[in-house]
């Protein structure tokens, strides 16, 4: 089975503070996601990558980036924490099918991360 | 842009109930790419379906059911002879073809709570 992990299941950062959200994925997978969910909102994308060191801007990137140095893992940095990120953030990974233009795999999601900026 | 609604935010159901979800979809694209994602309380979405937009043929899988209908721009999802452990968030999403890195764009999701 696809194994996508998130290295923390609650977070509690203060306002300002540098945040990094990391995400590791064990099926080669070339698609990585960064996705919020708020209540009524559904997930909103953030950032997504479909290659090591590719990245492309999602919905709502203000304040966050991302780094892909490796093709396993997919981090989120949140510069500078305010309280309006406060947001469960789930990552997520998929097979590309013929090219980064490519059909659409099914995404495989991470157990999220529930961050708290106070 | 593609835009995905669900319009049902959440819906409560007796078990052995049936329930649809609705979902209603905007796209400029004819080729795309529809899926329904389940969220139960631990909180990993897990893949249901996906549905390409040249394929109408509805689909069942076991109690789950769906109706692609192009010409109203809807792709709805019945849970025929509910359970309990049906109970979730259910999110209805869009890919257009041919987009880089294959993003999907998400409803705001429908809770259903199936009471015993």
């Known amino acids: 089975d696809v194994k996508v992990t998130q290295s923390s299941r609650y977070l509690v950062k203060r306002t300002g503070e540098k945040v990094f959200l990391e995400c590791v994925q064990d099926?080669?997978?070339?698609?990585m996601f960064w996705y919020r969910q708020d209540p009524g909102l559904g997930l909103r994308l953030i950032y997504f990558s479909y290659d090591v060191k590719m990245k492309e801007k999602g919905d709502i990137p203000e304040g966050y980036s991302v780094s892909r140095e490796k093709k396993e893992r997919f981090s989120l940095i949140l510069e500078s924490a305010s309280t309006n990120q406060t947001s469960m953030y789930l990552c997520?990974?998929?097979?590309?099918?013929?090219?980064?233009?490519?059909?659409?795999?099914?995404?495989?999601f991470g157990s999220g991360t529930q961050l708290s900026v106070l | 842009a593609q835009k995905v609604t669900q319009a049902q935010t959440e819906i409560s159901v007796v078990e052995k109930e049936d329930v649809t979800l609705d979902c209603v979809y905007e796209t400029r694209d004819t080729t795309y790419y529809l899926f329904w994602y389940k969220q139960p309380p631990s909180g990993e979405l897990v893949f249901l379906i996906r549905?390409?937009?040249?394929?109408?043929q509805n689909e069942i899988s076991g109690r789950y059911s769906w109706n692609f209908q192009k010409s109203t721009s809807s792709f709805n999802f019945t849970i025929t002879a509910s359970q309990v452990v049906d109970s979730a968030v259910y999110f209805c999403a869009l890919s257009e073809f041919g987009a880089a890195g294959n993003k999907l764009t998400f409803g705001g999701g429908t809770r259903v709570l199936v009471k015993p």
């Open positions: 549905r390409n937009s040249f394929d109408e």
């Open positions: 997520a990974s998929s097979l590309i099918r013929g090219g980064i233009r490519g059909t659409n795999e099914k995404l495989f």
């Open positions: 099926m080669d997978h070339e698609n």
